[in-house]
């Protein structure tokens, strides 16, 4: 597809065709597309639970203010923000570090320094933990639901759901966010498509508070 018509055309949809399935193989497409995201420092702080089993997405949707669109898709996402994502010893940490040393762009001698980096503007409060885990994983959500619709499918996202439930229900660690879920599979046919919602002009977006 072209892009604009990836971008204009993606929309949070409501109804899911729960007859369409989304076979392995067009899931991981989807997904390996949407780590194209950019990623702070390449950490990639970002997971996902994929249910598919309709005994487990019935359990997630009973915590998601019971919208049908949970069940209803083939699969239902849980994503996660690893707030962790940026501590020395984290398993992709430290796969990240010794990708970049291989491609040239990093050396042993300025690993204390990129370690020091990370913690001032990652970890060094727990308000930037969240917002580094968060900002990281909603950028790949974004890529997520784009590349979903290029594959032809389309996306849900929710944040109307109980965090804490989610995480207890599903055995999630503390150091995980829950940002969002997104349910992904065919629209229905039968049901109508509504409309794109207004948008903020161009003058509406860009503001200036030092004048």
């Not at 018509?5 to 991981?28: C, E, K, S």
């Not at 990708?99 to 503007?121: H, N, P, W, Y």
Request: net charge neutral; aromatic share 12%.
């Amino acid at each position: 597809m072209e892009f604009n018509d990836v971008v204009y055309g993606r929309r949070a949809v409501n109804f899911f065709d729960p007859r369409r399935d989304i076979t392995d193989g067009l899931l991981r497409q989807v997904l390996e597309t949407a780590a194209q995201a950019p990623s702070s420092s390449n950490l990639q702080p970002w997971s996902l639970i994929v249910l598919r089993d309709p005994d487990a997405k019935m359990r997630l949707q009973k915590l998601a203010w019971n919208q049908p669109k949970v069940s209803e898709a083939p699969v239902a996402l849980i994503v996660l923000a690893d707030t962790d994502g940026w501590k020395p010893g984290h398993f992709f940490v430290e796969k990240n570090f010794r990708e970049m040393v291989q491609a040239g762009i990093m050396d042993e001698t300025r690993r204390k320094k990129f370690d020091e980096v990370c913690f001032s503007l990652y970890g060094s409060s727990q308000e930037r933990k969240i917002a580094f885990a968060c900002k990281n994983a909603a950028f790949f959500a974004m890529g997520l639901m784009l590349a979903a619709k290029n594959f032809g499918l389309d996306t849900h996202p929710m944040d109307g759901f109980d965090i804490d439930g989610v995480r207890k229900e599903f055995h999630i660690p503390d150091n995980y966010w829950i940002p969002l879920l997104i349910s992904i599979g065919y629209f229905r046919s039968d049901k109508e498509l509504m409309p794109s919602k207004w948008r903020k002009s161009y003058d509406e977006m860009v503001v200036r508070f030092d004048q």
